[in-house]
């Protein structure tokens, strides 16, 4: 069964950066569709960016785009969200989701069967 889970959150201050890891086990991934995505206190969870693991097919968010970036590692089956000039408007719990569908620009949501617990970033002014 395929397990994710996240890692590399913590406190930082505006304008500073995270590196988050999701590592993944229990299937094989390198035509999967992974995604990160994030959920504020009192909000809906929403899309942050979404990419195929090996590669491609990566979009993001208006509102990160330009400060995070997207990536997988196939060898070590761990995605990377790495998060830059970072606003108190981005703390949140992040989640990494992974599923079928990496083979194209689908909507954020499709085929995202499988989710991490997720993990806290907080931004301080």
């Known amino acids: 069964q395929v397990q994710l889970v996240e890692s590399g959150g913590g406190l930082v201050q505006a304008g500073g950066s995270l590196r988050l890891s999701c590592a993944a086990s229990?299937?094989?991934?390198?035509?999967?569709?992974m995604g990160w995505f994030r959920q504020a206190p009192g909000k809906e969870r929403e899309f942050v960016a979404r990419?195929?693991?090996?590669?491609?097919?990566?979009y993001y968010a208006d509102s990160v785009k330009g400060r995070f970036t997207i990536s997988g590692d196939n060898a070590k089956n761990t995605v990377y969200l790495q998060m830059n000039s970072l606003k108190p408007e981005d703390t949140a719990v992040y989640y990494c989701?992974?599923?079928?569908?990496?083979?194209?620009?689908?909507?954020?949501?499709?085929?995202?069967?499988?989710w991490g617990k997720g993990t806290l970033v907080t931004v301080s002014s």
């Open positions: 989701a992974a599923g079928a569908g990496g083979g194209s620009y689908y909507p954020p949501y499709y085929g995202m069967d499988f």
């Open positions: 229990g299937g094989t991934f390198s035509s999967y569709a």
């Open positions: 990419s195929r693991w090996s590669g491609g097919f990566t």
